[in-house]
């Protein structure tokens, strides 16, 4: 049978309805086990509004193999080529890395992988930094609380919307104390600009979000992204889906969305948020909820 939101579920013989199979079927995602350059080369050109990811980094993790740095480089440029064909002209693509460390070394993945997209003629709108609050707690150096986006897009016509993705002003009754605009709000009612550093919490054992993936996207994250590049009912992809932080993002806010990865246990979990999506059950942290201060 299939249900309002298009998950199908398939019932045992027994219809009291106690034992309920859900199946890897959404009718606004497609999401599959799979390598991303074989996932990517089967959809259409200029078919993506927006790319978000945030790829392996190449420092021997659970999920990836390590490898040279040149032949990661490598890899990566042939993921982002595809990834450029799939760009719609008014799409953005946004590249989340941290960095590569050997022997010590650090290796800011954006220096490196900035020429492989603008070898595409792509424009860097912003390089957004994103910062959190925990981490492991470095002995030779200080410990690494930041990573990056790279924001580009294929020209200077493409989608921004600022309204959804506002923030609380810090003086929202601030009004303009002299010239013609005198005693009238000088702050926009909706909320200003979040600017290019937002502070969101990374996933870690507490998180309200937190699977089995050690190096999970929060949702909100993803979602100021989709709110800001995307209208409804366009669609996302992202090639290293991971347990489908970004999947969810899109589909919450009526986007469509693609999306593969290599292991069968994080598409599975994938699966069963977007199921726990529809059917209402998913805890997410809200996009923008303030960072807890335990002296306020």
Partial sequence: MMQDNAIAVLHTDDDRGSDVHRLQRDCNAEIACEDNLKFMRRLPDESMSLIVTSPPYNIGK??????SQDKYVEDQAACIAEAVR???PKGSICWQVGNHIDSGEIFPLDILLYPLFKNHGLQLRNRIVWTFGHGLHCQKRFSGRHETILWFTKSEDYTFNLDPVRIPSKYPNKKHFKGPNKGELSS??????PSDVWDIPN???????????PCQFPIG????LVLALTNEGESVLDPYLGVGSSAIAA????????????????IDIAWRRIHELRAGTLRTR????PVYDPKA
């Fill in 62 to 67: 659970a999920y990836e193999k390590r490898t």
């Fill in 286 to 289: 809200p996009m923008n909820k």
């Fill in 188 to 193: 926009n009612p909706l909320g200003k600009n």
């Fill in 203 to 213: 996933v870690k054992s507490n998180h309200v979000e937190k699977t089995d993936h």
């Fill in 86 to 88: 799939l760009l719609a």
């Fill in 221 to 224: 994250l993803v979602e100021r």
């Fill in 251 to 266: 589909l919450k806010h009526g986007r469509h969305a693609y999306g593969c990865d290599l292991d069968r246990a994080y």
